[in-house]
């Protein structure tokens, strides 16, 4: 639409997108992007440059007949910082409070996504410390880079993740004694919202006024809010499911099944036999079937039985290599200090909060 607007005709712009391909797909630009258009008198190009957040620049220009694409890297000054807080409403406010963005929060909650469901199991006085990358060009911040370790305190029991590559190239996140932070099951099918009804025998139906079991978790969330299989499995049922609206249900190892219903629409590609990976897209929020606003209704069945899905104990992850476990060790062992350092930078307080 950039391009149409600059005057260039439909099949003009399809070879600029075709030209480009190889080293940008013109289809994830988004707001914010930079963009600089040159053309001649008579209106035809001569450069066409895109700056995406300042991480990397792409050339189009027109040499001849030909279009030549190319890619320019911006050198960008890694630094590591720190920052902690207490939790008093959010964990978003938490971290706005120390002067970070809101991705961090979002990385730092998908870290502890296996253990912690920051929207029902965050308490007020929680406390956390995060070590991690930040990139900038000069003087200006651009993106974050890595966590490096994390703690969360959450009602009193300590969580800490440390982040760590292999000579292999394998990374993950690992308690400080080397095991997976990731299980086989995520806590929650979806990012930060609210629990608008939990798991009950006795439930007060809003559409049918009539007390009945509810054995599920309604998640409250906007229309088409992105809802994801909580771990690796095969679809087994795709569809209407009289009042539970649109429906998918994934059949996992161990006698496990996952119901996500309310959808607005599915996910792509996503049918019957299926095999799905943890956190792919299987659906969206909606308010198909008997439901009186945006929300997922998330059930769990084992051995054919409805469970409690927040208080089902999963098995834990994989450990680090044993090869690379004295390596990994010296690593924990070097964060596990920074954390505990007594001179660990203090809840920031910025303008306005």
């Known amino acids: ?32 992007d930079e963009y600089q258009i040159i053309t001649d008198t ?39 910082d720190k920052v902690s807080g207490v939790i008093e409403s959010s964990l978003f406010d938490a971290i706005a409070n120390t002067g970070e963005k809101d991705q961090l929060a979002i990385y730092f909650a998908d870290i502890f996504a296996w ?28 993106r974050y880079g890595k966590i490096l370790a994390a703690e969360y305190i959450n009602q009193g029991k300590v969580h800490r993740a440390i982040y760590f590559k292999d000579p292999e190239g394998r990374e993950d996140y690992y308690t400080p004694e080397g095991i997976s932070v990731r299980r086989s099951f995520l806590r929650s099918p979806l990012r930060f919202t609210r629990i608008s009804s939990g798991y009950s025998y006795r439930r007060f139906h809003p559409i049918l006024k009539k007390v009945m079991p509810h054995l599920g978790i309604d998640f409250a969330a906007p229309s088409g809010t992105p809802v994801w299989a909580v771990a690796d499995g095969v679809v087994i049922y795709k569809g209407w499911r009289n009042g539970n609206g649109n429906t998918v249900t994934i059949r996992h190892p161990n ?21 799905v990976k943890q956190k792919e897209i299987i659906g969206y929020v909606g308010t198909s079937g008997l439901a009186t606003g945006p929300h997922l209704d998330y059930r769990m069945k084992k051995n054919g039985k409805f469970i409690n899905p927040l208080k ?11 090869a690379y476990l ?13 954390l505990e350092d007594r001179n660990f930078p203090t809840q920031k307080m910025v303008a306005g909060f």
Do not use: W
Request: aromatic share 14%; proline share 4%.
């Open 1 to 32: 639409s950039i391009l149409l607007d600059h005057g260039f005709s439909i099949p003009t712009v399809a070879r600029f997108v075709k030209a480009f391909k190889p080293v940008f797909d013109c289809q994830r630009l988004s707001p914010g």
């Open 312 to 322: 089902e104990k999963f098995p834990p992850g994989f450990p680090v290599n044993r």
């Open 42 to 80: 008579g209106g035809n190009l001569v450069k066409m440059t895109f700056k995406t957040k300042g991480v990397n620049i792409y050339h189009l220009t027109q040499d001849g007949q030909k279009l030549v694409a190319k890619k320019e890297g911006i050198f960008l000054d890694k630094r590591v």
């Open 326 to 338: 004295k390596t990994f060790l010296e690593v924990s062992q070097k964060m596990a200090a920074q």
């Open 115 to 142: 253990d912690i469901d920051f929207r029902h199991d965050l308490r007020k006085g929680d406390r956390f410390k995060i070590i991690f990358e930040k990139y900038y060009q000069g003087e200006k911040f651009i």
């Open 255 to 275: 006698g496990y099944e996952t119901m996500y219903n309310h959808l607005s629409r599915f996910g792509k590609d996503i049918k019957v036999g299926k095999r």
